[in-house]
């Protein structure tokens, strides 16, 4: 087939690209080298929007063992044990067909993880939908929930905690994040770098088939009225077959046969292929013939470009070959030697006894475009004054009232209920509070992980919101006993040809690099996912963090339930009362303008720390972060969970009790502490010069204040949770 210029933008490539591609080969490519440059060329393969910036990130710690550059990122958790983490889009996909575009991005994420010889441990997700009045809101939630559970719990993994937000800015571009952890050996890390000449290339797993052509190019396009048409480009997952996968790559990763093992995610074998010779600085040779093929007639194109699930490509050390295919053959899975490595440096396919395609690695890598994309900057929005006015008839029971039954604070047990979160039997934190936590089996020790966003802050301010989401993720991570040690990102935007996106974006990569750094909370892996666009209108900038934490006894967790009657009741952390991008603002006040909550980074660390030691020095009975809503849904919160009620007391410094009680200032926690401990409490926080106020005290049943609020614990739980069962059922 002739290739022209016309073809190539179809492709998703630019005129220029396709310029670019014909200098660098001297000639025209044929149809399957061109589909080569299409996967390995577009945005979701090549970062070559964000790659320059990606670059500012803190990525090194102490206990960072791989950076991002590899399948996923890892971290020390002492006794030779590593975390192996990561967190990544399939929002298109799950736009187009929510249950597969769901379910397909929770097993690429697992392969992702297994792949470096980690057994996962653990599922997270963070989930963003359109407003709820938007009519296909409903289908989509309830198909992307099925998708997550439906594979997630076949595979036997558990789901132990995710983040679900609603906003019109995703009625056109909703979005699905997975993220997994797993448990590896460090002395027993895979890597995917290709090494040694004549090796084999071996393909296992799931047969190919034409499910998922194009999908990666699909995720680097915007939206348009032919939405229906994407459907062949969604991938079709089977969690079954996954777990065989993963049970036989951790059998044959006993012993020393793999030399680099790559699971085919985006742009399947295309991208697995090249990325594993590139990173070797090598060639490879692929007979397509050997490709075990689920459909009749497929040409090395479409071979070339399927996404078909739970496929593996693995290097082998020469003679290994009969004892790894007989693993695989026990599990009943495909296995073929369908290629070897060779020092050309190049991909060279065969089909049909002729050479279908012959290009230097090098040319698909590392000469993919970086583009320097103009962006603008943001500037803070200017501070409002609210008027007393507003106030004057506002109760605080009905504000309250109000804002717990939101669709973003209001409690999301039915999503989560449809996940397992307690198969492996080690799943000690569920889902519902500050962060899951599963214990490392057999050990004393847990690890605590949260996912995080706030597109709201990010879209008033970029540099402000990329900062608040990575303290939020700390904090998270402290509020349950945990240290904080690394982070993964998944960026989500807009059309970064467009400067005030490309702006959001830069900046929000800055704020969150400025926060893990000051913070000592490097990244180690991510995913970008631009033009989340429909018909010209995008998503607002949503970062999501997922963080990382050990708990090196258990047994010292924290949960955020009220505990005991007469315990007190303290807020740390200073609150100034910002309203400006609060929920009360938006909710009570109609009021969408101004900038969101300073983020001062000190104050961050230092009332963290603080936390975590009186936390260590077991004085701390439940603790819970100030977010969304402010103090007054924290301890609401902590009430719905424990079944107990809070007297509060008078509030002092500010006049405004609803700026007090629902501001959203940062840097804020909410913990319950014994009276016999109090004043080892405050001497711990005195000498770290921590701000603190005593809010009140524990009680049986009511939560009150004055004579202004008198709310009993189960009116406030109705309230807290009727709102998505109701939602969904009508």
């Known amino acids: ?32 080298e061109l589909a080569l440059f299409s996967a390995m060329w577009n945005e979701h393969c090549s970062y070559k929007s964000s790659r320059k910036h990606l670059k500012n990130l803190h990525t090194k710690g102490k206990k960072v063992i791989q950076g991002p550059g590899e399948n996923a990122g890892i971290i020390d958790i002492g006794d030779d044990d590593a975390i192996v983490f990561k967190i990544e889009s399939h929002n298109h996909p799950s736009f187009i067909e929510p249950y597969q575009g769901a379910a397909t991005g929770v097993g690429g994420i697992m392969r992702d993880v297994f792949t470096m010889g980690a057994r996962p441990i653990a599922n997270l997700n963070s989930i963003h939908f359109g407003s709820p009045q938007n009519k296909k809101t409903k289908n989509l939630l309830r198909g992307v929930v099925k998708g997550i559970g439906g594979y997630g719990n076949c595979i036997g993994v558990p789901t132990i905690a995710g983040q679900t937000c609603f906003d ?3 009625n056109g571009n909703i979005l699905v994040n997975a993220m997994t952890l797993g448990l590896v050996n460090k002395k027993k890390i895979f890597y995917s770098k290709a090494a040694g000449i004549n090796k084999p290339v071996i393909y296992v ?9 194009h999908g990666a190019s699909m995720a680097s396009a915007i939206f348009d009225d032919k939405i229906e048409e994407k459907k062949p480009t969604v991938q079709v997952g089977d969690p079954f077959t996954e777990k065989l996968l993963l049970e036989a790559c951790l059998e044959l990763m006993t012993d020393n046969s793999i030399i680099a093992i790559q699971d085919m995610g985006a742009a399947g074998l295309t991208s697995s292929s090249i990325e594993m010779a590139s990173k070797g600085k090598l060639g490879i040779e692929i007979n397509l013939n050997k490709v075990p ?15 078909s699930q739970e496929r593996m490509l693995i290097v082998l050390e020469n003679g290994k070959e009969t004892k790894a295919k007989k693993i695989f053959e026990k599990w009943n899975l495909d ?36 583009y320097e994309r103009k962006w603008k900057k943001n500037k803070l929005p200017q501070k409002i004054k609210f008027k007393k006015e507003n106030f004057k008839s506002l109760k605080i029971s009905d504000c309250l009232k109000k804002i717990i039954s939101t669709p973003n604070i209001s409690n999301k047990q039915w999503i989560w209920r449809q996940y397992d979160h307690t198969v492996m039997g080690d799943t000690i934190q569920k889902p519902g509070g500050d962060a899951g936590v599963v214990r490392v089996h057999g050990t004393n020790k847990a690890v605590a992980a949260s996912v995080d966003s706030s597109a709201l802050y990010c879209y008033a301010h970029p540099l402000t919101g990329g900062k608040q989401v990575v303290c939020e993720s700390w904090r998270n991570l402290i509020s349950v006993g945990s240290d904080p040690i690394a982070i993964t990102n998944c960026l989500n935007f807009g059309n970064p040809e467009k400067e005030k996106n490309m702006g959001e974006f830069v900046e929000c990569v800055q704020g969150i690099s400025e926060a893990s750094k000051y913070l000592n909370f490097p990244v180690v892996s ?70 969101p909550p300073e983020i001062n980074l000190f104050n961050e660390k230092n009332n963290g720390e603080s936390v975590s030691k009186i936390i260590s020095e077991s004085l701390v009975e439940s603790c819970h972060d100030v977010s969304l809503g402010g103090i007054l849904i ?19 410094g500010l006049t405004n009790k609803f700026d007090y009680f629902f501001g959203e200032d940062q840097g804020r926690y909410i913990v319950e502490v014994q009276k016999e401990n109090l004043n080892k409490v405050n001497k711990i926080l005195d000498e770290n010069s921590v701000h603190y106020e005593e809010i009140g005290e524990v009680t049986e049943e009511n939560l009150t204040y004055n004579d202004e609020l008198k709310i009993s614990i189960e009116v406030l739980n109705d309230a807290y949770t009727k709102w998505l069962p109701n939602y969904m059922d009508n």
């Open 526 to 595: 991510g995913n970008v996912s631009f033009y989340n666009e429909t018909k010209d209108k995008g998503i607002k900038p949503t970062p999501s963090i997922g963080g990382v934490g050990l708990i090196k006894n258990y047994k010292h967790m924290i949960t955020m339930d009220f505990k005991n009657k007469n315990n007190i009741i303290l807020v740390i952390g200073k609150t100034e009362g910002h309203l400006a991008q609060s929920v009360f603002a938006r909710e009570i006040l109609s009021e969408k303008k101004g900038p």
């Open 205 to 213: 797993g799931s047969k190919t088939g034409r499910d998922g052509i």
């Open 293 to 307: 093929c689920r459909e009749e007639k497929m040409t090395p194109y479409e071979i070339m470009l399927s996404e």
């Open 634 to 652: 924290a301890i609401s919160k902590m009430c719905i969970m424990g079944k107990k009620g809070a007297k509060l007391n008078n509030i002092k």
């Open 1 to 32: 087939m002739e290739v022209n210029e016309k073809i190539a933008i179809d492709h998703g490539l630019s005129k220029d690209e396709f310029a670019k591609i014909c200098k660098l080969l001297k000639r025209l490519p044929n149809i399957t």
């Open 335 to 370: 296995f073929s030697v369908i290629g070897k490595t060779t020092n050309s440096k190049k991909i060279e396919l065969y089909f049909d006894n002729s050479k279908v395609a012959d290009v230097p690695i090098d040319l698909l890598a590392e000469n993919a475009p970086m």
């Open 168 to 170: 019109e800015s995703y």
